[in-house]
């Protein structure tokens, strides 16, 4: 396993622990909403802040970027070209209403570029993790995206809009035809686990609007190295720019994407 992300997994498994022990007694937790409909709780901050304090005591020139604290220099204040993009616990309203779908995400970019992944899931213990170049992996035994070869036989991961609602009308209709030629459609509430479960199999495919790039960039390298595709709504590769994803099997991505793409406005486009 590569060093950094022998680091992460450490970082992770840290977390993990502090979300656990806190799951057991969510009702003694103190929860903030930062905008409607979109929640903090300490133990977002605390599972950041022991990710931060592993990865910096091993690589203290990186950048981070983290969902509460947002972005940070590494030490000496220097533009190193390496980027830890972390999500302390991606499903944080499922968390506190004590339902057992929520992750922790650390990725490693290099000048842009994501080369180390890990995506935890603390509740059933199931650590996946990716390397550039070197495949993907649960619980270190090698995945790969399911053979589903046809969307209409395809189980299809969303996330539909909780905080702004200006696209909602096209979710709608995206969903409303998708529903109509897959076997169906989930919408769990943890991105970064959506697309873990790509990865692994467990759904052949996934689309969603306006994630941030803690949501997206491990499940991506997880999805590339198990031998999948993920683009944005144009079929290219700035969805951690735009925060427009989709991602599939080889077969059936290109059938999702075409069908999403008839039902875009030109406002969502990217």
Known sequence: MHPALNIA??????????????SNDLDLIQVTTKQPND????VDKAAEAAIIDTLRDAYPEYRILAEESGSSAGKGGGDSEYQWIIDPLDGTTNFIHGMPQYAVSIALAKAG?????????PNRNELFTAS????????????????RNKLQDS??????PYRMF?????????????????????????ASLDLAYVACGRFDGFWEFGLSPWDMAAGALLISEAGGLV????????????????????????????????????????
């Open 39 to 42: 929640f903090v709780t300490e």
């Open 231 to 270: 683009s944005d709504m144009r079929g290219e590769a700035s969805y951690l720019e735009t925060g427009n994803l989709i991602a599939g099997t080889p077969k059936v991505f290109a059938p999702l994407l075409n069908l999403i793409q008839d039902k875009l406005p030109s406002s969502v486009r990217g």
């Open 155 to 160: 189980l299809i991961g969303t996330g539909f």
């Open 9 to 22: 997994v450490k970082a992770a498994r840290r977390a993990g622990q502090i979300i656990n022990r806190a």
């Open 166 to 190: 200006d696209h909602i009308d096209t979710y709608l209709a995206i969903f409303k035809e998708l529903a109509q030629k897959t076997a169906g459609q989930r919408r769990p509430g943890a």
């Open 132 to 147: 550039k170049g070197g495949g993907a992996f649960l619980n270190e035994r090698r995945i790969r995206v399911s053979r």
């Open 113 to 121: 570029v994501i080369e180390q992944a890990v995506i935890f899931d």
